[in-house]
């Protein structure tokens, strides 16, 4: 089960940190993270602290100096990196010649614990808040996905059409996508689905949102896609999987969560809404 980031355990120890611990974590977060690759003198001065301050601060994150800290930083980063070929090359061989009950026996402790892990670290504040956004009639709803997880957001929309008014796709099309991205207002949100090998667009499209007012929903793994630097909301979720692809079986279920929670607040509306859809399916005879 890979641990959590040195983001997470930054943002979780807020609380416990001094004021000037706090200048020294904010300015690691709001460019994670490369900036953990600074000298202590830089981050000193872009928090206005003293570079002791810098060293109590990763001290208080139970490393013993800064050096110790870059290189968990680095470890990091490798596995934040990783493609299906690289950890294909890593794995075990002995778990390649796994039997075929012991492949289920394994492939049942990796899913059932990242689901419950994952299902375990969601915060309920950005739960909350992403369902909160999702079910405001008010927004227009965008949703785009990357090489596999097009297909998550694929599944995430056509629940969200069947509950409310207002959601599409990100276009294709280059002049489509061109259009839509062109038109966003403060009342759209974009859900964004980018899992590591991130995709560079990701980024780009989260950025353009947020400075045209909107607001960013992002699912992605434990090591954060680059694009949730602009998000409001953040739903990360483990990747363990018994071949060298990384599972989106945790996200299916902070999706269905969603969903769930979706019903809830919208109440009435999505019954109404989702017995207007299937009136209408019967009528061009697709029930």
């Given at each position: ?107 049942s402790t990796l899913f059932t614990t990242a ?173």
């Amino acid at each position: 089960m890979a641990p959590g980031t040195l983001a997470d355990d930054i943002r979780q120890k807020l609380g416990i940190l001094s004021p000037a611990e706090r200048k020294v974590a904010r300015v690691l977060l709001a460019a994670y993270p490369s900036s953990g690759f600074e000298t202590i003198a830089t981050l000193a001065e872009r928090a206005a602290v003293s570079a002791p301050t810098v060293l109590r601060f990763v001290n208080r994150l139970g490393y013993s100096g800064f050096p110790d800290f870059q290189a968990a930083l680095r470890a990091e980063l490798n596995d934040r990196n990783a493609s299906p070929l690289s950890l294909y090359a890593a794995a075990d061989d002995a778990d390649a010649a796994d039997s075929a009950a012991g492949l289920m026996a394994r492939s049942s402790t990796l899913f059932t614990t990242a689901v419950a892990q994952t299902l375990a670290e969601t915060p309920a504040h950005d739960l909350e808040h992403a369902i909160t956004l999702l079910s405001d009639r008010k927004r227009r709803i965008t949703l785009v996905g990357g090489r596999f997880t097009h297909l998550l957001a694929q599944y995430l929309g056509l629940h969200l059409m069947q509950l409310r008014d207002d959601v599409r796709f990100l276009p294709e099309r280059d002049v489509e996508r061109t259009a839509a991205l062109s038109a966003l207002t403060r009342r759209d949100v974009l859900v964004i689905f980018d899992y590591r090998r991130y995709e560079h667009d990701k980024l780009a499209f989260a950025q353009l949102t947020r400075e045209r007012g909107g607001k960013v929903v992002v699912f992605t793994d434990t090591w954060l896609s680059p694009a949730a630097s602009h998000a409001e909301v953040v739903l990360p979720s483990h990747v363990d999987a018994p071949s060298p692809y990384d599972s989106l079986v945790p996200t299916l279920a902070v999706i269905e969560t969603v969903v769930a929670g979706l019903i809830t607040a919208l109440g009435s509306d999505a019954h109404e809404h989702m017995k207007h859809n299937e009136d209408t399916a019967r009528r061009i005879g697709l029930v």
